[in-house]
T-cell receptor, first 113, second 115 residues
Framework: DTEVTQTPKHLVMGMTNKKSLKCEQH?????MYWYKQKAKKPPELMFV???????INESVPSRFSPECPNSSLLNLHLHALQPEDSALYLC????????????FGQGTRLTVV | QQQVKQSPQSLIVQKGGISIINCAYE??????FPWYQQFPGKGPALLIA?????SEKKEGRFTISFNKSAKQFSLHIMDSQPGDSATYFC??????????????FGKGTKLSVIP
């Protein structure tokens, strides 16, 4: 199994809503990542978890709150988002010792209205 | 700031031709250079990668050429096919502290292969 599964595939939320994005992998990877990708742009790193601990937070606003409940799951909790937060949110995972070989999920297309 | 510069921004190639995408980096601490392929509406998929102690790596129709002294690397797609039409991102991996490594992406090249 070389898949990273993200749910939901699409999400429309209002600016006052609270929602969560979910990511799951069963490859035994101990590094997991959240990226944000705007149209025609490269993925931008948001958060890195290593061994279920947050190791990098790329100055992401607090309206995005990551959580890593166990080594297979990664969540991104969303609250009070802005329309400019609309983007494709990608989850990825990798072996700690092979971090450039990252496997990406298909992403969640988020629209904030 | 770590950067990876990628060119061209877009590329149109005839079927059967060679597609060439170039990248340059600044940080000599980068130690792994992957290429990702992304189709519309999908996440990026790892295509091929190279370490800086190797000058060339080939996998099928895809070849990475690496010039460590010039801090440049490139992707060659031989016998390009319409199914290769996608956005290609070069990237560089380096240690970012606290036991973590970070991928730095180029801005991407949109490849269109026309029949």
């Amino acid at each position: 199994d070389t898949e990273v599964t993200q749910t939901p595939k699409h999400l429309v939320m209002g600016m006052t809503n609270k929602k969560s994005l979910k990511c799951e992998q069963h490859m035994g990877h101990r590094a997991m990542y959240w990226y944000k990708q705007k149209a025609k742009k490269p993925p931008e790193l948001m958060f890195v978890y290593s061994y279920e601990k947050l190791s990098i937070n790329e100055s992401v606003p607090s309206r995005f709150s990551p959580e890593c409940p166990n080594s297979s799951l990664l969540n991104l909790h969303l609250h009070a988002l802005q329309p400019e937060d609309s983007a494709l949110y990608l989850c990825a995972s990798s072996q700690i010792a092979d971090r450039a070989r990252a496997f990406f999920g298909q992403g969640t297309r988020l629209t904030v209205v | 700031q770590q950067q990876v510069k990628q060119s061209p921004q877009s590329l149109i190639v005839q079927k059967g031709g060679i597609s060439i995408i170039n990248c340059a980096y600044e940080n000599t601490a980068f130690d792994y250079f992957p290429w990702y392929q992304q189709f519309p509406g999908k996440g990026p998929a790892l295509l091929i990668a190279i370490r800086p102690d190797v000058s060339e790596k080939k996998e099928g129709r895809f070849t990475i050429s690496f010039n460590k002294s010039a801090k440049q690397f490139s992707l060659h797609i031989m016998d390009s096919q319409p199914g290769d039409s996608a956005t290609y991102f070069c990237a560089a991996s380096g240690y970012s502290g606290a036991g973590s490594y970070q991928l730095t992406f180029g801005k991407g090249t949109k490849l269109s292969v026309i029949p």
